[in-house]
């Protein structure tokens, strides 16, 4: 089997210490027991003007398959926002997975995250999933 992990990561902090730091994040895979699959997470933080996104992913393909990851973060300096993408794609002959994962962090304590993940194996119908989250800044999540 051929494994690719990657991990992609920025952090940027400013002023002091945050009283009331929030977290957020999702992650999403496809079916673990096939020859093919693929995983991707992300995450963020904010608190008192300090923002940070983090994240990264997998992919795993059988014998003759191909599997790629890639991942980045970034920091806006003129917004002071951080930004997190992760993809991850496998596939074989007659398999083909793939996950993509997404966030983004405000300083006002809004993290925004969304992951989804696809297998398809030929003949069959595809597997999807997905996962939503968005933590406001009062520190409500609400998951879709």
Same mark, same amino acid.
């Given at each position: 089997?051929?494994?690719?992990?990657?991990?992609?990561? #920025?952090?940027?902090? =400013? $002023?002091?210490?945050? /009283?009331?730091?929030?977290? *957020? +994040?999702?992650? %999403?895979?496809?079916?673990?027991?096939?020859?093919?699959?693929?995983?991707?997470?992300?995450?963020?933080?904010?608190?008192?003007? #300090?923002?940070?996104? =983090? $994240?990264?992913?997998? /992919?795993?393909?059988?014998? *003759? +398959?191909?599997? %790629?990851?890639?991942?980045?973060?970034?920091?806006?300096?003129?917004?002071?926002?951080?930004?997190?993408?992760?993809?991850?794609? #496998?596939?074989?002959?007659?398999?083909?997975?793939?996950?993509?994962?997404?966030?983004?962090?405000?300083?006002?304590?809004?993290?925004?995250?969304?992951?989804?993940?696809?297998?398809?194996?030929?003949?069959?119908?595809?597997?999807?999933?997905?996962?939503?989250?968005?933590?406001?800044?009062?520190?409500?999540?609400?998951?879709?």
């Amino acid at each position: 089997m051929r494994n690719l992990i990657l991990l992609a990561s #920025a952090l940027a902090l =400013s $002023g002091a210490a945050a /009283a009331q730091t929030r977290t *957020g +994040g999702s992650s %999403s895979s496809t079916p673990t027991d096939r020859q093919v699959q693929a995983g991707t997470y992300g995450s963020g933080t904010s608190g008192n003007g #300090a923002v940070g996104a =983090s $994240g990264g992913g997998y /992919a795993v393909a059988g014998d *003759g +398959g191909t599997a %790629s990851t890639d991942a980045d973060a970034r920091f806006n300096t003129e917004n002071s926002t951080a930004r997190q993408r992760a993809r991850a794609m #496998a596939r074989d002959d007659d398999e083909r997975a793939r996950s993509t994962t997404r966030t983004a962090v405000r300083p006002d304590g809004t993290i925004r995250s969304s992951s989804r993940s696809f297998y398809k194996e030929k003949g069959e119908r595809p597997v999807i999933d997905r996962q939503r989250t968005v933590t406001s800044p009062d520190g409500t999540v609400r998951e879709r």
